[in-house]
């Protein structure tokens, strides 16, 4: 008998704060996520496991970030407005967030003003950013809702394909159980095979084109920033479509 166990993460919803979300470039409410490590056997883990991390995912745009819990005042329960959210979880936000927030104001006045290096490190950061979730997706499998759809269909196509050509054409026999066997195996592979250009075209480019319309980038300067995540090994500049980005954007 072949048993599944091992390690995986497990999270656990813990609350909300307020806090800066970089790629909405504001103040968002966000949801805290307490992560743990914790054993699994097929896939059922026992308990929350031992702590890993905290995470935040912006209200907004749906954007997880690794945060520390300690900066909160507290982590409330219930997400009144943000006004009183940032006065429950990060009163002291505006302080800490000084130098970023003063860089945001300067970037929604006159983005074509700041220096060249400011705009090159500003427009390379989401991509940053974003690197890590272009990394997980593609060494993971996809099983998106059209990867399921796929499935069902091909279920479909070995179950009731071959009974109904079986009944128009009786002397069909293992080449048409076969036909369909392999009709049904290219359709889940096709799916699975384009499921990560979808996740691109879904999930990346508009939160990046989310995060850069504000500084206007040019289309040298997108292309030197792809460069330059291709020269440090990411995904994100190998698999990102430059076109896709541009459409979003303008």
Known sequence: MFIIWGKKYVYRKIGFVADFCPICRTVHAFVVKRVGLA????YISAGEGELAGFERTCESCATTFV??????????KKSPS???????TFPDLDVVMHDRLALEARIAKAPMLL?????NALILGPFMLLAQKVEKRYASTDLDKEVGLALVAALVLMTAGPAASLAL??????????GFMVL???LVAWQMMVAKRRFMTRKVVPLLAKALRPLKPSDNELQAALAQMRQAGHKIGIKLKLPELQAQLH
């Open 39 to 42: 054993g699994h056997l097929y």
């Open 67 to 76: 945060t520390d819990t300690d900066k909160y005042r507290e982590i409330v």
């Open 82 to 88: 943000l006004a009183d959210l940032r006065t429950q």
């Open 115 to 119: 220096s060249r290096d400011e705009r």
């Open 169 to 178: 054409f009786p002397d069909g026999g293992p080449a048409v159980m076969l």
């Open 184 to 186: 049904a195996l290219a």
